[in-house]
């Protein structure tokens, strides 16, 4: 799901960079003393999957929230937040949990506003549908041209990533 503006726009280098779309059950600061064996362990071995479904589609005031799917939370989904939380020992931070960014965009594009600009665009471009009476919001992921909806997904896997830094970019 990599859902880009149609034409390139006049932003900062750092804007739109690729990565793989994800909901953070948890942020760590880069002092972090935890370990990667102890990140693993506080997954469930036995977590089944989750159905995860699109609730709407909007724009927030972070880079790492530019433009996003918030997500209908679930008790599922959120007792695998707590207890990832509760075995590490450490309070919940994961800020508009649950959620799927869809786009970064630096706060120098956003002054001018790229990240309003890039929801017109979908919202325009009839990729973004609600039907009536309906609690999920669906997208159109697929590539210019090509249309692929989806209004959620199964989660089957739970990935440790390291996230510190700028994030990567074709230039890079």
Not at 120 to 145: M, N
């Amino acid at each position: 799901m990599r859902i880009r503006p149609s034409s390139k726009p006049l932003t900062n280098d750092a804007s739109y960079p690729d990565f793989d779309p994800h909901i953070t059950l948890l942020a760590l600061p880069a002092d972090s003393e935890i370990t990667l064996d102890a990140l693993r362990n506080a997954v469930p071995s036995d977590q089944k999957s989750l159905s995860i479904g699109f609730k709407a589609v909007e724009t927030s005031d972070h880079f790492f929230r530019s433009a996003l799917i918030t997500i209908i939370p679930t008790a599922e989904l959120f007792a695998l937040h707590e207890h990832v939380h509760a075995s590490l020992k450490l309070d919940p931070r994961t800020p508009m949990f649950p959620h799927v960014s869809l786009c970064y965009i630096t706060d120098e594009d956003a002054q001018r506003s790229e990240r309003d600009k890039y929801l017109r665009e979908l919202e325009t471009q009839g990729r973004i549908k609600r039907e009536v009476g309906s609690p999920r919001v669906s997208l159109d992921c697929g590539e210019e041209g090509d249309q692929d909806w989806m209004d959620g997904f199964s989660a089957c896997e739970v990935w440790v990533a390291e996230c510190n830094g700028p994030v990567h970019t074709d230039d890079q």
